[in-house]
């Protein structure tokens, strides 16, 4: 049964009311088409609670925009989803990546997140590549689908709007990685479900890294929203050497400021009974508020990342594979992903938007039952990085 309109809904219910349930939710495609963004595709998920959310496929399947009854979740950059085929990865000394980053979610991978890394290239033996130059966050994010479906599945009266699609990260004499992006979210639901699966397509030993850079914006990201998070250990922050500076704790967020420096977070996370971790950021304030529910055995690292720059204002929840120092830290560590042929790995994640006072709270009391974060806005990190298993 579907919940709309504060009524339940039969499927039949609702084709006695409509020619078509467009008229209440689905999924479209379309096609931006002026500036930047010109030529991308795009798919428009509307579910009926007034949950809205594109998907860019032309841009890995990311999540572009997000709003809920016009209010906006997703963050959009002053870059804005510009065209894949204007992307310069190699641009800026491998800065280049910030001037196609916009979204809501923004992918990162498949062979390399981070900064910057010149990484051996021996397991592909081709004598003339001694290296693989990664630039910031990897290539995925620019990569286009192949967009393999799209539409409503109706299991009795229950509906899902779904859209699927491959995107190859490959070359000769390298990678040969494939994300199959499965998004779903239900007829009259708040969540966004989102199932990837990267394959080692090739015959080469080949690492794998993988992030969620996810953005939200104001008014969700305002003075006083909070960062509530099942924080167990605060590892790492960039901005150790000097943290009172900018007047901004880990846990309450500003209004935008002035020439404010990004600051970074390297938290370890508690998980629950059955190993999920969730992450939110909330405005108490307007009963509004964000939630990232992923699984700790998949993404044993999160990082929180404060960008409150006046014009670029946006809050990051970025789980990770692997710790914040990147390649040569999990090499030496015996930490990073490798995969043989057909090997995959699996990743099963839900975006929730919690839209009054009441989900705020019971989201809030859900993460404190699991773990209470630190009180201090500035606790010591402990440089205590905690080993990552299974690789």
Same mark, same amino acid.
């Given at each position: 049964?579907a ?9 039949r219910?609702?084709?006695?009311h ?18 930047? !963004? ?7 998920f $509307?579910t009926? =609670? &007034? +949950?809205r959310? %594109?998907?860019l @496929? *032309? ?9 809920h ?20 990865? !190699? ?7 910030? $001037?196609?980053? =916009? &979204? +809501?979610?923004? %992918?990162?991978? @498949? *062979? ?20 693989v ?17 799209y539409?409503?599945?109706?299991? &009795?009266?229950e509906? %899902?709007?779904w859209a699927?699609?491959v ?16 998004i779903e ?12 699966r990267?394959?080692?397509?090739g ?14 914006g104001?008014p ?20 150790a050497?000097?943290y009172?500076k900018?007047g901004?704790g880990?846990h309450?967020l500003?209004?935008p400021?002035l020439n404010?420096?990004?600051?970074v ?18 405005n ?17 690292a ?21 710790h ?29 938007i919690?839209?009054?006072s ?5 989201a ?8 209470h ?7 010591a ?5 905690p ?5």
């Amino acid at each position: 049964m579907a919940e709309l309109f504060k009524q339940t809904y039969s499927r039949r219910d609702l084709a006695a009311h409509t020619g078509q349930l467009s008229q209440f939710a689905g999924v479209r495609l379309m096609t931006l088409g002026d500036g930047v !963004e010109r030529g991308v595709r795009m798919l428009e998920f $509307r579910t009926g =609670s &007034g +949950l809205r959310f %594109t998907v860019l @496929l *032309d841009r890995a399947m990311d999540i572009a925009d997000c709003e809920h009854n016009g209010r906006a979740v997703g963050w959009h950059s002053p870059s804005g989803f510009k065209h894949p085929g204007l992307h310069e990865y !190699e641009g800026e000394g491998g800065l280049g990546w910030f $001037r196609s980053f =916009s &979204g +809501l979610m923004v %992918t990162c991978g @498949l *062979d390399h997140i981070l900064f910057m890394d010149d990484d051996a290239a021996d397991q592909y033996h081709y004598g003339a590549r001694k290296t693989v130059s990664s630039s910031l966050h990897g290539r995925i994010g620019t990569i286009p689908a192949r967009l393999t479906g799209y539409g409503e599945r109706w299991n &009795g009266d229950e509906c %899902t709007l779904w859209a699927e699609g491959v995107v190859q990260q490959s070359t000769v004499f390298g990678e040969d990685l494939h994300l199959i992006r499965r998004i779903e979210a239900k007829l009259g639901s708040n969540d966004i479900h989102l199932h990837d699966r990267v394959v080692n397509h090739g015959f080469y030993r080949t690492p794998h890294m993988y992030c969620y850079h996810i953005n939200v914006g104001h008014p969700v990201l305002a003075e006083g929203s909070r960062y509530v998070a099942p924080i167990r250990d605060v590892i790492w922050a960039a901005h150790a050497d000097d943290y009172r500076k900018q007047g901004v704790g880990y846990h309450t967020l500003s209004e935008p400021k002035l020439n404010f420096h990004e600051q970074v977070w390297q938290h370890d996370m508690q998980a629950d009974a059955a190993g999920r971790v969730n992450v939110a950021l909330v405005n108490e304030n307007i009963g509004f508020g964000f939630e990232v529910e992923v699984l700790k055995e998949q993404f044993p690292a999160m990082y929180e990342w404060q960008n409150l720059q006046a014009g670029h204002y946006a809050l990051g929840i970025e789980p990770s594979t692997n710790h914040v120092f990147g390649k040569p830290f999990a090499k030496e560590r015996g930490e990073l992903i490798w995969l043989e042929h057909g090997d995959e790995r699996h990743y099963d994640s839900v975006f929730r938007i919690l839209p009054d006072s009441g989900t705020v709270a019971d989201a809030v009391r859900r993460i404190e039952a699991v773990s209470h974060q630190p009180a201090e806005e500035y606790p010591a990190p402990s440089g205590s990085f905690p080993p990552i298993g299974g690789r």
